[in-house]
C-alpha cells in the first residue's frame, strides 16, 4: 500500500509561485510512474502534469505548460510541482497520484485519472486577482 501526502498549498495572489510537495510511503517508489491531477468546484479532475519513475519524461497539459514544472527526487520519496505565474484559473484542489509499481519502462508516465492507483488527500491552492 502507498500512502501520499500533500502540502504547499495556500492562497496567492495572480503571478505569484507555490511549491507543492507529495511525500510518498513505500518502496516503490522510485518506480513509480507519478502525477499531479486539479479538480475546482462543479468540474471533473484533471491531469496538470506527469513524471516518469526515472525522470526523464514529463508531461504537462496545455494550461500549465510553460509555467510549471514537475520534478521528484526519489531519495526522498518525493514529487514536487513548481508553479509559478499563477492565474486565478488555477485555482483548485491539486492531488497527487501514484500508479501501482508494473516494471513500467523509464519513459512512460500516466496521464489519465483511471490509470492511477493511489491518491493523496489533496491540497488546495487558491489565486486571487
Known amino acids: 500500500q502507498v500512502q501520499l501526502v500533500e502540502s504547499g498549498g495556500g492562497l496567492v495572489q495572480a ?62 520519496n518525493t514529487v514536487y510541482l513548481q508553479m509559478n505565474s499563477l492565474k486565478p484559473e488555477d485555482t483548485a484542489s491539486y492531488y497527487c497520484a501514484a500508479v501501482r509499481d508494473r516494471n513500467y519502462g523509464s519513459t512512460y508516465y500516466e496521464t489519465g485519472v483511471q490509470g492511477y492507483d493511489y491518491w493523496g488527500q489533496g491540497t488546495q491552492v487558491t489565486v486571487s486577482s
Open 15 to 76: 503571478g505569484g509561485s507555490l511549491r507543492l510537495s507529495c511525500a510518498a510511503s513505500g518502496r516503490t517508489f522510485s518506480t513509480q510512474p507519478m502525477g499531479w491531477f486539479r479538480q475546482a468546484p462543479g468540474k471533473e479532475r484533471e491531469i496538470v502534469a506527469a513524471i516518469s519513475w526515472s525522470g526523464y519524461s514529463t508531461y504537462y497539459s496545455d494550461s500549465v505548460k510553460g509555467r510549471f514544472t514537475i520534478s521528484r527526487d526519489n531519495a526522498k
